[in-house]
């Protein structure tokens, strides 16, 4: 994660600058706008974007382009729904390098791995699971909240790894000694804070997760 533009090819920047032109349009096409109009959902939608930067400011790691951050995608995601959250996760990293300084070109890269990736997780997820397993409050809760945000951080992760492996930037054992086996205590600190803050929501402020509907998860139950 925060990965820079000393260590990646120009190949892997060029195709993942592609890659991001293509997911936002279909983002921003898809995506319901007109909930931002909603009450007061546009404050909640950029005050979260705000509070996820800072806490993409507390990070730590040995090697460049090897740190560690909480994510928040899950909880994004779960949240505006992939679209918005996309756009929320693009909005919160342009702000990350314009404070933190990555490179304008490694841009895309830490979207794509840092936004996109556990936001598409956690929503793929979320279909799997209200098409296999009961329509649950506990099931939202810790199915898509804990184990969702545990999950996306590992395939963050594994994606970034990848493209440190391919552009050869360090070699697979390096990655697995140093960047990999630390992923697990990331990975349960995510879990922690997002099922945490989505139970509270759940159950003080549902209106603020879209994908979350009282009818199929509370009512009859």
Known sequence: MNLTEAILPSWVLW??????????????????WSQLREG??????LGSCVALLVLWTLKAG????????????????????WELAVVAMT???????LNMGHGWSVFPVNVLVE??????????????????????L?????????????????????AAA???????AYTFSHLESGYLAFVPLVMFSEAWLTGMLVAVLVCYRPDWIRT??????LQGK
């Open 91 to 97: 909005l919160v990293s342009l702000g990350a390098t």
């Open 62 to 81: 040995v090697d460049p382009g090897l740190s560690f951050h909480l994510l928040g995608g899950t909880l994004f995601g779960l949240m505006f729904g």
């Open 138 to 158: 506990f099931v939202y809760i810790f199915v898509n909240g804990f184990f969702g945000a545990a999950v996306s951080v590992l395939a963050s992760s594994l």
């Open 40 to 45: 007061s959902f546009i404050h909640v939608y």
């Open 115 to 136: 936004g996109a990736v556990p936001v598409l997780v956690t929503v793929g997820l979320l279909r799997l699971s209200q098409g296999w397993l009961p329509r649950h």
């Open 212 to 217: 979350f509907d009282d009818k199929l998860y």
């Open 162 to 168: 990848a493209l440190l492996a391919v552009g050869q």
């Open 15 to 32: 195709l993942s600058a592609l890659s991001l032109v293509a997911l936002l349009g279909r983002a921003a096409w898809g995506a319901r």
